[in-house]
């Protein structure tokens, strides 16, 4: 898509862009903001190479897409910008600076929210590589657009009008169970921290809220229960759907380069960090979320 401020390059995937002519540390205006948002409700998910961002340049281009949250769980987030969240595997003073586990399954941010968020900008500072130079750590991202459209017409059906129950505790407590047996150390929830983030009810296929498309909208990370249908066959539906989803024909592969800032739409993808890396290799990412619209 050729631009006056920019251009589009398409991978061979139903999904994603990379928008290259960009210096994202100055001001975006109004115009190339639109043709931006564009592209990131064709694509889904938009990257931006070779950028230097502050922590503070970060959040301000995240807020053209809306308002930025504070992560729930503000264990890893900068003192000096609480609104980026640091997804790292370097310990310093024997405790992780980022979280390291960070989607390890397939998931969609902040699902178990009342209000769910628009989108995630990831920003790449510090890339693991192997033996040859190559990159570690790659993200995978599916198109749940694509994949509902190609969904067998009796599961539409069936599917259609079920919702899901979204629950935090269960898999944050899965993650610090297998951390402790690998010696490591994370943070316990805290009951004020569980209050806040009580179990949530959304649809099974979500309508897109800009586009209007049809999204498949579960996973195993936070989904506990389908309601409206006995609790194993719940489960079992749910299960399907995410394996007929995460279908490779359906998914795109980021190879991370430091310097890359990464968005995807968290109704329209879910996606899943490839853990093929291990300290001495390091790797040091922010994260940024925009508030969404209620489901």
């Given at each position: 898509?050729p631009s006056?401020?920019f251009?589009v390059?398409?991978?061979?995937?139903?999904l994603g862009?990379e928008?290259?002519?960009l210096?994202?540390s100055?001001?975006?205006?109004?115009a190339?903001?639109?043709?931006?948002?564009k592209v990131?409700?064709?694509?889904?998910?938009i990257?931006?190479?070779?950028q230097?961002l502050?922590?503070?340049?970060?959040?301000?281009?995240?807020?053209?897409?809306?308002?930025v949250?504070?992560?729930?769980?503000?264990?890893?987030s900068?003192?000096?910008?609480?609104e980026?969240?640091?997804?790292?595997?370097?310990?310093?003073?024997?405790r992780?600076?980022g979280?390291?586990?960070?989607?390890r399954v397939w998931?969609t941010?902040?699902?178990?929210m009342?209000v769910p968020?628009?989108?995630s900008?990831?920003?790449?500072?510090?890339?693991?590589?192997d033996?040859?130079?190559?990159?570690?750590?790659?993200?995978?991202?599916?198109?749940?657009?694509a994949?509902y459209d190609d969904?067998p017409d009796?599961?539409?059906?069936?599917?259609?009008?079920?919702?899901?129950?979204?629950?935090y505790?269960?898999?944050?407590?899965?993650r610090?169970?297998?951390i402790?047996?690998?010696?490591?150390?994370?943070e316990?929830l805290?009951?004020?921290?569980?209050a806040?983030v009580?179990?949530?009810?959304h649809p099974?296929?979500?309508t897109?809220?800009?586009?209007?498309?049809?999204?498949v909208?579960?996973?195993v990370?936070?989904?506990i229960k389908?309601?409206?249908?006995d609790?194993?066959?719940?489960?079992k539906l749910?299960?399907?759907?995410?394996?007929?989803?995460?279908?490779?024909?359906?998914?795109?592969?980021?190879?991370?380069?430091?310097?890359?800032?990464l968005?995807?739409?968290?109704?329209?993808?879910?996606?899943l960090?490839i853990?093929?890396?291990?300290?001495?290799q390091?790797?040091?990412?922010?994260?940024?979320?925009v508030?969404?619209?209620a489901?």
């Amino acid at each position: 898509m050729p631009s006056t401020q920019f251009q589009v390059r398409y991978p061979d995937s139903p999904l994603g862009a990379e928008i290259s002519g960009l210096d994202l540390s100055k001001d975006v205006d109004a115009a190339t903001f639109r043709e931006i948002e564009k592209v990131f409700h064709e694509r889904s998910v938009i990257w931006f190479r070779d950028q230097k961002l502050t922590p503070e340049q970060h959040v301000k281009f995240s807020r053209h897409f809306g308002d930025v949250e504070v992560p729930t769980n503000r264990q890893y987030s900068l003192a000096s910008c609480p609104e980026v969240y640091v997804v790292s595997n370097i310990v310093e003073n024997g405790r992780n600076i980022g979280n390291a586990d960070a989607g390890r399954v397939w998931h969609t941010d902040s699902s178990y929210m009342q209000v769910p968020s628009r989108g995630s900008l990831l920003y790449a500072i510090e890339v693991p590589q192997d033996d040859q130079g190559g990159p570690l750590g790659d993200t995978c991202f599916a198109s749940m657009t694509a994949a509902y459209d190609d969904l067998p017409d009796d599961v539409k059906k069936r599917a259609e009008g079920l919702r899901g129950v979204h629950n935090y505790t269960q898999q944050y407590e899965r993650r610090l169970a297998k951390i402790k047996a690998q010696g490591g150390v994370r943070e316990e929830l805290t009951t004020d921290l569980k209050a806040k983030v009580p179990d949530v009810v959304h649809p099974v296929i979500r309508t897109h809220p800009v586009t209007g498309r049809k999204c498949v909208y579960v996973s195993v990370s936070f989904v506990i229960k389908v309601l409206g249908i006995d609790e194993e066959e719940g489960l079992k539906l749910r299960d399907y759907l995410i394996e007929h989803s995460t279908q490779p024909r359906y998914v795109y592969r980021h190879q991370w380069r430091a310097g890359d800032l990464l968005m995807w739409d968290n109704c329209a993808t879910q996606h899943l960090a490839i853990n093929d890396y291990a300290l001495p290799q390091r790797r040091l990412m922010y994260r940024t979320t925009v508030k969404g619209t209620a489901v």
